[in-house]
């Protein structure tokens, strides 16, 4: 029989109401390796997969963040560690990997959620922040997946099961038809998808590993989200959110939990849709001066707490 549990104090604002409706063990004895599980949504799906009972592996470029996630992490009684990196550096990748495998043994997921995002026309964007965002999202996808492929082969996982791992790709829907002011990273997220469809193909065949997405709609209290309809974006732009509301960080978890479980064994090369049904609408139009306007704003704002994009980066 299913167990529910109430979920321990954590950082999705709310959260605290809602209940799990996986087993607390259905991932008990796995290890996970994700990159931007410090902040936002990373950091749900590596709460939310140590509370089910995997171990967990973080990396990411501030150490900071690092050691203010790993500390929340274990306060929950979660097995966590945290790693500096960058996606975009392969000796990063292969380094961050090694360790994850030597500190718990294993390695059987690996969640890419480190992404780059921000609001410009084409027209002010330069081709250094184009390549800034596509080095991050979709360069930076391929790179881990491929330093990933001989820790989660099937056989080749240490003790347990000889089934093969599971890659998770957090994309988005900007590409679905097209949106204003991000031709950026609707690029770099149509390179995501492509590629998970890509290594399911292959990698499912050929190594029985698991390669699915997940593409969020907006989620609130994450840095994409205050980025992309920051508090200065005018109301009647708000009016637009799916279902009247925002989603929530926890929405994303309890689908990336569902991926990673047995539940989701026959799920290959899908990316899961969670954004209330706002794709298919109309994409809102923003004035491009206020476009300009709330990317100064949100620039100013970040270099107190950047995110998303490095600070040297020149966009």
């Known amino acids: 029989m299913t167990v529910f549990y109430t979920l321990m104090r954590g950082s999705s604002k709310g959260r605290d109401s809602m209940e799990s409706p996986f087993k607390a063990n259905v991932l008990e004895g796995k290890v996970a390796l994700l990159t931007g599980g410090g902040s936002g949504i990373g950091f749900e799906i590596s ?93 930076g996808t391929f790179t881990m997946c491929h330093e990933a ?23 988005a829907t ?68 799916p279902l009247y509301k925002l989603g929530k960080k926890w929405d994303i978890a309890m689908a990336a939990l569902y991926l990673a479980s047995e539940a989701g064994n026959y799920v290959n090369g899908t990316t899961m849709i969670v954004d209330g049904g706002l794709w298919l609408s109309k994409p809102r139009h923003i004035e491009k001066e206020a476009v300009r306007e709330l990317s100064r704003t949100v620039e100013r704002r970040s270099r107190t707490s950047p995110v998303g994009v490095p600070p040297n980066s020149k966009l």
């Open 174 to 241: 900007l590409h679905y038809t097209a949106s204003w002011y991000q031709i950026h990273v609707s690029a770099a997220k149509a390179a995501v998808d492509s590629i998970t469809r890509s290594l399911a193909l292959e990698w499912g065949t050929d190594h029985d590993i698991r390669v699915n997405g997940i593409a969020p709609g907006p989620i609130e209290d994450t840095p994409g989200t205050r980025k992309l309809v920051p508090d200065e974006m005018p109301s009647k732009s708000r009016e637009y959110m």
């Open 47 to 139: 709460t939310q997969f140590g509370l089910h009972g995997a171990s967990i592996a973080i990396m990411g470029r501030r150490k900071q963040v690092l050691d203010d996630a790993v500390q929340a992490l274990r306060s929950q009684g979660i097995r966590a560690i945290g790693f500096e990196g960058d996606v975009r550096r392969r000796e990063d990748a292969a380094r961050v990997m090694e360790s994850t495998v030597k500190h718990f043994g294993r390695l059987d997921i690996l969640v890419n959620a480190a992404a780059g995002n921000f609001l410009v026309s084409a027209e002010d964007l330069s081709p250094n922040g184009f390549r800034t965002v596509m080095d991050i999202d979709s360069v």
């Open 149 to 171: 492929l001989k820790y989660l082969k099937k056989g080749d996982r240490g003790k347990g099961p000889a089934r093969g791992g599971l890659i998770l790709n957090i994309s």
